[in-house]
DNA sequence: TCTCTATTTGAGCATACACTCTAATTTGAG
DNA sequence: CTCAAATTAGAGTGTATGCTCAAATAGAGA
């Protein structure tokens, strides 16, 4: 993998397999159809790939990287900033956040190593919320906070859950009418 | 299918094919394991059902009538009524709650059969809960009714997602903080 | 140009899948 | 008790899967 042939390779593989996870599901991807979607034989995807369970979790690291965008800024963003991002991060990579919300449920089962990575990402995503919502509200008590932020964490994942069958559907609208229920209700 | 074994038999699969998609999902769901799992050779499976397919849509069936109970009720039951019930639901039926959610996500894209009953049936709900909530509010304007509706549905849903993962999840509690928060932000 | 690798090819392997078939066994009404 | 129908047994079918491998081709430094 030293050649820039293999390189773009590797990224027509990864594409292809980004793609049909969204559409497909994890089992529904099929080496086969990886190597069509991509223009390349099972040979080629070898050379690269030690396994197919490899390209998939790579694809799967790219998905919970893309959704809490701006790490720097952590410590500092707010509510209201956190769920901005999550719609933008839904609405403008559709195939990314269609394999997240699949994570939670098609991987948990079946493969320990994802449902582990997603469990962690979806901790850290908690503790981030949490952190935001501690700081608009200095007045909450830390579990309260913390109990506020994965609920309001959990909705959302129910929401993008709903984009999945439904395409067409608005996510903006009903994330932030949750935003706004959540701080109402305080 | 009319001897008192076949029916027994019957029963016996559709446990067997309930448990194994609660655990392993749609895909992770083979007849060798459902047949293991309920103590039966292919050949009798295929006895009494014509597919796998026709023994899962079945079980499919079963998920989506238990999340509504008491049909007859409708129309009279208020939000916490229904989120009362839908708690109800999750944490006593725990093995079709994971099938139910389970099916708005692996099923969507490969069976048009059970995407199709999974969006009628979510379309329905949303009926009955934004009917329940006009009812509590009656200067709400129905859009408004409706997309309340539809978020607390889905949140809903996104919280039986986690609970696939983490079966210790406290479903209780998140659903009615979602429930206060829906109608304090009023 | 030559040479050594990286890359691609594409046929082929073992396994697991959904499903079928025939023969044996069990059931229960008459 | 009889016997046809219902049910089971279990080997076997074709197909799709993930993956391998030897041979052919393409790339880059000498």
Redesign the interface.
């Given at each position: 993998m030293r050649y820039k042939a293999g390189l773009e390779t590797r990224d027509r593989i990864l594409q292809a397999t980004r793609v049909l996870i969204a559409?497909?599901?994890l089992?529904?991807t099929t080496i086969k159809a990886i190597c069509e979607q991509a223009g390349v034989l099972p040979g080629s995807f070898y050379n690269l790939f030690d396994s197919k369970e490899q390209a998939i979790l790579s694809v799967v690291r790219q998905a919970i990287d893309a959704v809490d965008p701006d790490p720097e800024h952590q410590g500092k963003d707010t509510l209201a900033d956190l769920v901005e991002a999550y719609i933008r991060f839904v609405t403008e990579q559709g195939d990314l956040a269609r394999v997240y919300?699949?994570l939670?449920?098609?991987g948990?089962?079946?493969n320990p190593e994802i449902?582990g990575r997603?469990?962690r990402h979806?901790e850290g995503r908690v503790v981030r919320f949490a952190a935001a919502l501690s700081r608009e509200h200095p007045m909450m008590s830390d579990a309260e906070a913390e109990?506020?932020a994965?609920?309001l964490v959990?909705?959302?994942?129910?929401?993008t859950?709903?984009k999945?069958?439904?395409p067409n559907f608005d996510v903006a609208?009903?994330a932030r009418?949750?935003l706004?229920?959540?701080l109402?209700?305080v």
């Open positions: 559409s497909e599901g089992d529904g919300i699949r939670a449920i098609s948990s089962a079946n449902k997603t469990m979806h109990r506020r994965e609920t959990m909705a959302l994942n129910g929401i859950m709903h999945v069958m439904d609208v009903h009418s949750l706004s229920d959540a109402a209700g």
